[in-house]
């Protein structure tokens, strides 16, 4: 298929952080684009706002004619849809070109030197702090990210056609349809074993990604990780290196090791070791092909952050508040790592709201271990996303595995109760599910509104 072919693109399913990239990448080049999404959200209102038509039931007779033409449409849709939605089964069944989001981005990045940033955790900084590299030393990019840039303050960014950006999402094996030039591979931590079933296979899955790299292509690994490629990582001798840390004026200051030599002083404003392993990695795939590493390192002391990843939403000397999509044991551990490495011995308070039924139960022990860390704990309900629930698997269920007296489950119109009764130093709202749409309003009702 040739997507100079296509005039009218249909999404089902819009509203996704990945989703709406494409949809804005078509319409910046003037596609006629129309779609479904389940949830009117501030992400979907902006996509209105481009001109993009999106409505809220699965009905027919809500889709525009001229995307009913098999012939000039392509629908593109994401496996959290029902195999049964009907909108998908009118398609399907009507003999058009419909693809998963992950074809089609194969499909985009083809014709472009494209740069894939892989793992179970830190695709979207990595990816985000990568565009903003290669956007600060003047390279024709087109980035489609998982996550709202505050660089840019957006997931899309189109500079030209020469490179691409993307993130590889290893759910449902979708990053086994890209060709990358240059990857990186962050993590390998089970994850999504309503897919896999177990951690070999998600392991598997990896390894076929690795070989999916074009001839010529090159790999980066997280040093540690059972994969051949250029190694990067703290302190440890890895090919790509930082060595020398120190805090100053709440950011790291480092001296990055290449293979070209030593960059000095170099620093980086986003908390966590982390994040320092994430902005390493986007330094060494855009050294591929910016020579000049002194910009590069102006570049990363210059990067704003990802909207909902270590977001400082308040940041005063008695109270700070930040969020976090953090939804994955190892991630929370991220955040627990970062906030005590920032902000020490202060008074903390999580909510946490966790994400997926199968997550939870697949990863109990680990999420009861790494939220028992924090001083204060609050679960609100699971947000079942794509799943039914499972009997048995709940929050309290959660709660009571969290070896600290100090939790409680609640509901969200709560939450603002309990952190005036609580009065912590430092607030972390977290969580991958719509926890996020809570900050707006918690920060009013903390007097700290915009």
């Not at 030209?160 to 094996?173: I, K, L, N, Q, W």
């Not at 190892?330 to 920032?342: D, G, H, K, P, S």
């Not at 109760?417 to 599910?433: H, K, R, S, W, Y």
């Amino acid at each position: 298929m040739n997507l100079k072919d296509v005039h009218n693109i249909y999404f089902i399913g819009i509203g996704g952080i990945g989703m709406s990239a494409l949809a804005r990448y078509f319409k910046f080049v003037n596609k006629n684009v129309s779609g479904y999404d389940k949830t009117e959200t501030p992400l979907v209102n902006e996509l209105m706002a481009l001109g993009i038509p999106v409505h809220f039931e699965d009905d027919l007779n809500s889709i525009s004619n001229e995307f009913k033409n098999a012939e000039h449409t392509l629908v593109v849709y994401t496996p959290a849809v029902p195999k049964d939605f009907g909108e998908l089964r009118f398609f399907l069944d009507g003999g058009f070109a419909v693809k998963k989001r992950s074809e089609v981005l194969g499909m985009i990045t083809r014709d472009t030197f494209c740069f894939a940033v892989a793992g179970t955790h830190g695709k979207t900084t990595t990816s985000s702090i990568l565009a903003h590299l290669l956007n600060e030393t003047d390279m024709p990019l087109i980035a489609l990210l998982g996550g709202i840039s505050e660089d840019f303050n957006s997931n899309f960014l189109l500079r030209g056609t020469e490179y691409s950006v993307v993130e590889a999402d290893e759910y449902d094996r979708s990053f086994l349809q890209l060709a990358p030039d240059v990857a990186c591979i962050t993590s390998m931590d089970a994850d999504h074993l309503d897919i896999y079933g177990d951690a070999a296979e998600l392991t598997k899955s990896f390894k076929a990604f690795a070989a999916k790299i074009k001839p010529n292509g090159k790999l980066f690994v997280r040093k540690g990780l059972p994969l051949l490629g250029i190694s990067y990582g703290i302190e440890d001798g890895s090919d790509y290196c930082i060595n020398n840390i120190r805090i100053e004026q709440g950011s790291y200051v480092f001296d990055l090791k290449t293979p070209q030599g030593i960059v000095g002083n170099v620093r980086f404003n986003k908390p966590g070791k982390h994040n320092l392993l994430n902005g390493l990695a986007a330094f060494a795939m855009a050294a591929q092909i910016v020579p000049k590493h002194y910009r590069l390192a102006e570049a990363l002391a210059s990067f704003k952050g990802v909207q909902r990843r270590f977001s400082y939403q308040i940041k005063e000397k008695d109270f700070i508040f930040i969020d976090d999509y953090a939804h994955h044991p190892t991630e929370i551990e991220a955040v627990y790592q970062a906030v005590t490495e920032m902000h020490p011995n202060k008074k903390t308070m999580v909510v946490f709201q966790p994400h997926l039924y199968s997550r939870t139960r697949d990863f109990i022990k680990g999420f009861a271990s790494s939220l028992a860390k924090f001083d204060h704990i609050l679960l609100l309900d699971i947000y079942p996303a794509r799943e039914t629930p499972i009997k048995g698997v709940d929050s309290s269920w959660l709660l009571g595995k969290i070896d600290n007296p100090n939790k409680k489950l609640i509901q969200r119109e709560k939450i603002i109760d309990e952190i005036n009764n609580c009065q912590p130093e430092v607030l972390i709202t977290m969580g991958a599910g719509d926890i996020g749409l809570e900050v707006k309003n918690l920060k009013k009702q903390l007097a700290y509104a915009d």
